[in-house]
């Protein structure tokens, strides 16, 4: 079965300090991942994908297939930065979302 | 132009009605998913309609869960018999052929409250 793993619930840091938020997977075929966020009063959207390996925001994420994981990155983080991060795996093209529990990122001045 | 919309945004029914969540995916869009939103839970897939393919209802939780989607657009998702355990944001999310379906666009939510 397919799972994805948000170990930190609530994750807090000071402004400017690095900033990681963690995602585990488990599947046996090869994935599709993705981190989606969701600011406050705002609707969930996507903020990067593995298949790009784009940076979007300042966040970078390395899909690490043999540790199974797909961290999320920042060097600096900024107060804007405080928000509902999702790590999402995808089977195949078009298919369903397959989400962590989430990990809240509070980023204090 | 619009992005995905759900109505109504609330929705306060007592334990055993039923309720009706309507989804107006973007136009264009191919691809349509419902997924709910709890505290307890987080984001749960329920089901996924593509072009007129069979819809993937793996996610639903019970039979009293159903939804439609009519003339490859809107969709409606019908929960029956409320119980308090539905209480959850449902959200709803289009994608389109175009990007690979890689981007899916999720409306605002349907905030249900089962008393």
């Known amino acids: 079965a397919q799972r994805v793993t948000q170990p930190e619930k609530l994750l807090s840091v000071f402004k400017g300090a690095p900033v990681e938020l963690k995602c585990n997977y488990s599947y046996s075929g090869s994935p599709e991942l993705f981190w989606y966020v969701q600011y406050s009063r705002q609707r969930l959207q996507l903020l990067l994908r593995h298949i790009s390996r784009e940076s979007i925001k300042g966040f970078t994420a390395d899909l690490n297939k043999g540790e199974t994981s797909f961290h999320l990155k920042k060097p600096f983080a900024q107060e804007e930065d405080s928000a509902m991060y999702y790590c999402?795996?995808?089977?195949?093209?078009?298919?369903?979302?397959?989400f962590g529990q989430g990990t809240e990122l509070s980023v204090k001045p | 132009g619009a992005g995905v919309s759900q109505s109504p945004s609330n929705k306060v029914t007592e334990k055993g009605k039923d309720v009706e969540l309507r989804c107006d995916p973007i136009?264009?869009?191919?691809?349509l998913y419902w997924y709910r939103q709890s505290l307890g839970q987080g984001l749960e897939f329920l089901i996924y309609?593509?072009?007129?393919?069979?819809?993937?209802k793996s996610g639903l939780p019970s039979d009293r869960f159903s939804a439609e989607r009519t003339g490859g657009s809107v969709s409606t998702l019908t929960i029956q018999r409320t119980q308090q355990e539905d209480s959850a944001v449902y959200l709803c999310a289009s994608s389109s052929p175009g990007q690979g379906y890689d981007t899916q666009y999720f409306g605002p939510g349907t905030r249900l409250t089962v008393l």
């Open positions: 136009s264009g869009h191919t691809a």
């Open positions: 309609f593509q072009g007129n393919s069979a819809p993937d």
């Open positions: 999402a795996l995808r089977r195949n093209q078009g298919g369903k979302l397959i």
